[in-house]
């Protein structure tokens, strides 16, 4: 990945030029590869052990042929698949990496679950024959429930399959030394327990055994990939720039990274949104980034725009956008595995941009609200039989609207919502707890056009309960400037959660775990004094997103 162009107008490459300015005057890359935690904080505190992903394109060569070694082992026992289940570092970095490389003949077909509806569980299980697929739990706390859920469910379900005795060697679990995980891995007899480095934090975990398991599988070459990642080391130049770039917009109110990429590499987006949110998004300030926004005819003044490049099909809108005077950085790649240096570069700028913004970038500490919530209501439920219940304020068609609409029409109810936010400084986020099919993301994102062209404010969606590994820290901890829009949606069927990995108890399904979610997060928004407006879309998600979208135009 190369920086070609910065398209600006003449303040803001001033402004540009002054940050990169200061970054030399003040050593800071420097500072960083000799893990200086003066940078943001006086203190050290989970910075100084989380600076390991620098060192990851040396350490993980030494890691390659036990990588190697387990997936080659798959293919000659007859696997074909290979199922990731993982929640936001653990599953975004593997995702990009099975969009972007696709799979390699004879290798795994690997497919990520992130997700705890119903029907994308019982999905996912329809689609895969348990004796021909590897299962990869990737947690590096080892206690992420969602994670743990679906481990319990799918090794129930392979033990169902092909048996108990058999049911262990199909699975290969990733974590840190000492986890509840690896503890369980062992106990069940796991083929493969890969061990992470523990300096490394989730989001910045791409080019550890995170990313780099599923890579393998699908049939990367993992040495060229570590070659990429090495030289954005040796040549840090780009994600300096980059760093220079959303600092100089951060210090002139240009807080909305908007992110557009070739087709080729418009996977990447859902990666870097995670890690940019995620460690900006913190002391009532932030970078929000906007991926796979539709397009629109033009944009407020609080924008960014970083161009990801593999081709030449969007160079005509990138340069109508450069033409009206906004800020365009553009990232050339020349290939596929310009992926490894992107991480790398996306690592450092993401780094430098917390030391503009005057935050500690490698912490989540608004993330942990939503959690405690929902366990709560997890815990209402299995002392009660049931979780709260909520009267709907308003009824109209499938919809139901929770809440304070302040209105008597869906059509008032939306209007009043939207009517809170300002141009050049509010965003909408949507927050979609739904089984996110082709169809139902056809319809999101022509909701997310709808508001842009009703509102002009950046719109952003969230996928629950990923988002809140991701983008949930900024919603909490930037601001305040956010709608929220949260979708709730039924289920056509549960699945039970077990007790416990091969037992066949279960005292709650994922149907009550994602609406404990969806409440948990609903409240920390509350408490945390953000505006949100909750639509139950109904049994039928596409067509509660119809009418919604009725309702909007």
């Not at 990367?220 to 770039?245: W, Y």
């Not at 969606?461 to 949930?472: A, K, M, V």
């Not at 900024?474 to 416990?500: S, V, W, Y």
């Not at 404990?516 to 928004?525: E, K, N, P, T, V």
Request: include cysteine.
């Amino acid at each position: 990945m190369k920086v070609t162009a910065l398209h600006a107008p003449e303040d803001f490459v001033a402004s540009a030029r002054q940050a990169a300015q200061r970054l030399d005057t003040e050593r800071i890359y420097d500072r960083i590869l000799a893990r200086d935690h003066t940078v943001w904080r006086p203190e050290p505190n989970e910075i100084a052990n989380r600076l390991g992903w620098l060192d990851s394109p040396q350490i993980m060569r030494a890691q390659l042929d036990s990588i190697r070694a387990v997936v080659d082992a798959a293919r000659q026992e007859g696997y074909t698949h290979a199922l990731l289940l993982g929640m936001g570092g653990s599953s975004l970095a593997p995702e990009v990496l099975r969009a972007v490389f696709g799979v390699a003949d004879g290798f795994l077909d690997l497919a990520v679950l992130d997700s705890t509806h119903p029907d994308a569980v019982l999905a996912t299980a329809r689609a895969l024959d348990p004796a021909r697929t590897l299962f990869i739990p990737a947690t590096k706390s080892g206690g992420t429930v969602e994670t743990l859920s679906l481990l319990k469910y799918f090794y129930n379900f392979c033990t169902d399959a092909i048996g108990r005795d058999a049911a262990g060697s199909h699975f290969a679990a990733i974590t840190d030394p000492g986890s509840g995980l690896e503890a369980l891995a062992a106990r069940l007899g796991f083929r493969h327990i890969f061990r992470n480095d523990p300096n490394i934090g989730g989001r910045y975990s791409a080019l550890s055994f995170y990313g780099l398991v599923a890579a393998g599988a699908v049939g990367i070459d993992l040495n060229r990939l570590l070659d990429r990642a090495q030289a954005a080391l040796d040549d840090p130049q780009p994600g300096l720039q980059l760093g220079a770039f959303l600092g100089a917009g951060s210090e002139r109110g240009r807080d909305k990274l908007t992110l557009i990429a070739s087709p080729g590499l418009q996977a990447a987006g859902a990666w870097i949104e995670q890690l940019i949110a995620e460690s900006t998004g913190k002391g009532g300030t932030g970078l929000l980034p906007v991926d796979l926004e539709p397009a629109a005819t033009a944009y407020g003044d609080d924008r960014l725009f970083v161009y990801l490049r593999l081709d030449d099909a969007l160079d005509d809108r990138v340069a109508s956008l450069a033409a009206a005077g906004h800020p365009v950085l553009q990232l050339d790649h020349s290939d596929a595995y310009d992926l490894g240096g992107t991480f790398l570069h996306w690592e450092i700028a993401t780094a430098i941009a917390g030391f503009f913004l005057a935050i500690h970038p490698f912490d989540q500490p608004n993330v942990e609200a939503a959690k405690v919530l929902a366990r709560d209501m997890v815990a209402t439920y299995q002392q009660q039989g049931s979780l709260p219940a909520a009267e709907p304020a308003l009824v109209e068609g499938d919809l139901a609207l929770y809440g304070d609409p302040g209105a008597d029409t869906l059509q008032e109810a939306l209007a009043a919502f939207l009517a809170a936010g300002h141009k050049g400084q509010s965003y909408i986020a949507l927050q979609a707890y739904v089984h996110a099919t082709p169809d139902v993301a056809q319809h999101l994102a022509a909701l997310r056009g709808a508001l842009l062209a009703r509102t002009g404010l950046a719109t952003t969606l969230g996928i629950g309960p990923r988002f809140l590994h991701s983008t949930g820290q900024l919603h909490k901890g930037d601001g305040g400037h956010g709608l929220f829009l949260q979708l709730t949606a039924g289920a056509r069927a549960d699945a039970p959660i077990p007790d416990e990995a091969g037992a066949p108890s279960s005292g709650m399904g994922f149907g009550v775990l994602i609406q404990a979610q969806a409440s948990g997060d609903r409240q920390a928004l509350s408490d945390a004094g953000r505006k949100v407006l909750r639509i139950h879309l109904g049994s039928d998600t596409g067509r509660g997103l119809e009418q919604l979208l009725q309702a909007l135009n």
